[in-house]
Nanobody, 115 residues
Framework: QVQLVESGGGLVQAGGSLRLSCAAS????????MGWYRQTPGKQRELVAG???????NYTASAQGRFAISRDSAKNTVFLQMDSVKPEDTAVYYC?????????WGQGTQVTVSS
């Protein structure tokens, strides 16, 4: 059963922007704090940003000041606006519950930043 569907990734030049989307079921979206995570080959998946059902937001140091997480209750979707991207942001991005990922991981969306 597909619970999370990420989209919006692609190839972007350093300094550019991307907007990632994560569509979830209504039940998941309504009752869970949600987060964006990312993973590069050979490394563990890491948290990028999280947003609670009340709209409280947390960013990791790598995302602070450049990324913005938001959620749209009408669309059951969580967004990650990525601005001023850097080559080190290259990764597969996933969404899941926050701060502890408890759902099956989706397929993720690949973000590649060229220098």
């Amino acid at each position: 059963q597909v619970q999370l569907v990420e989209s919006g990734g692609g190839l972007v030049q350093a300094g550019g922007s991307l907007r990632l989307s994560c569509a979830a079921s209504r039940m998941i979206f309504m009752f869970n704090d949600m987060g964006w995570y990312r993973q590069t080959p050979g490394k563990q998946r890491e948290l990028v940003a999280g947003i609670t059902t009340a709209g409280v937001i947390n960013y990791t140091a790598s995302a602070q000041g450049r990324f913005a997480i938001s959620r749209d209750s009408a669309k059951n979707t969580v967004f990650l606006q990525m601005d001023s991207v850097k080559p080190e942001d290259t990764a597969v991005y996933y969404c899941n519950t926050f701060p502890t990922p408890r759902l099956n991981w989706g397929q993720g969306t690949q973000v590649t930043v060229s220098s």
